[in-house]
């Protein structure tokens, strides 16, 4: 078992040493100890970006065991970065309290042709790989939902709502709700295919399975969060809100609302 005072330091160079200085000192005069591996560590932060805190969860593994926290190392507070590299003390004063609350983030799985899981914290896009449309049979559960054909989908967690999801009107989602949205790209209705022509959620006991019926372009452009999947001839693709869930500190002054209002308002 980890230490609860085992720190780990993610950067997007996976280099101790470009971790500033200050950053190091400050947790070993906290009593924390700082560790190279985050396998040994229950405190997991990654210092950066949003996108330095997806990959942080991605390369750890997506633990449900420890708890995560975003260092923005440009000053700006956005989604997943509560702290500011100029106010380190704001980080240590909320993991050494007390009364620690954590905020849950859902995470979806993603099974590609009946392969091992994938997992996201944001979303999974599935696009055209050819300047095409193409088609996809989406089933609900084992319902045949619609025929979509468009450009392609987006299958956004709570948080991730507000990402590539809102950039095509998809609904912002509060991430106290176990469930998931699915978003179209482009879609094309006519006599021949018929879709929603909005986005919708799933709640977390249905499971999403969309099948690629278009044998030229059964090599769709595949993203999971911020990395591509190294696409080969995929037939099928299923979804379904993990049981691993994302914990990071809960701040009283900055809950998901009032970062959505900062980011977009």
């Known amino acids: ?11 997007r ?9 200050s950053l190091l000192t400050l947790g070993r005069n906290h009593n924390f100890k700082i560790v190279d591996d985050s396998k040994d560590a229950n405190i997991i932060v990654s210092i950066g970006e949003d996108g330095d805190f997806l990959q942080a969860v991605r390369r750890s593994n997506f ?3 420890c708890l995560y926290a975003g260092i923005s190392s440009s000053g700006n507070l956005n989604m997943y970065c509560d702290f500011s590299i100029d106010d ?4 240590i004063s909320a993991i050494t309290e007390a009364r620690l609350e954590v905020r849950k983030y859902p995470v979806i799985e993603v099974s590609i042709d009946n ?24 089933f609900i559960d084992h319902l045949h939902f619609e025929t979509f054909s468009g450009d392609g989908l987006i299958i956004s967690t709570p948080t991730g709502s507000t990402g590539y999801n809102k ?3 998809g609904a912002v989602v509060d991430p106290s709700l176990p469930c998931y949205q699915v978003s179209e790209l482009a879609s094309l209705n006519n006599n021949s295919y018929r879709t929603l022509g909005s986005s919708f959620v799933l709640s977390t006991r249905r499971k999403l399975t969309l099948r690629i019926n278009d044998p030229r372009n059964s090599y769709p452009i595949i993203g999971l969060d911020n990395e ?5 001839h995929i037939e099928k693709i299923e979804i379904k809100l ?8 809960k701040l009283k002054d900055n809950s998901y609302w009032e970062k959505v209002k900062r980011t977009f308002l």
């Open 115 to 138: 392969q091992p899981p994938f997992y996201c914290l944001n979303e999974l896009s599935i696009r055209s790989s050819i300047i095409k449309t193409f088609a996809i049979d989406v």
């Open 228 to 232: 591509a999947f190294n696409s080969h």
């Open 13 to 21: 160079k996976h280099n101790k040493w470009d971790i500033p200085e």
């Open 242 to 249: 993990s049981k691993k869930v994302i914990k990071t500190v």
């Open 63 to 65: 633990r449900s065991d």
């Open 1 to 11: 078992m980890a230490s609860k005072q085992n720190i780990y330091f993610y950067n």
């Open 88 to 91: 380190q003390n704001k980080m």
């Open 167 to 169: 950039s095509i009107n």
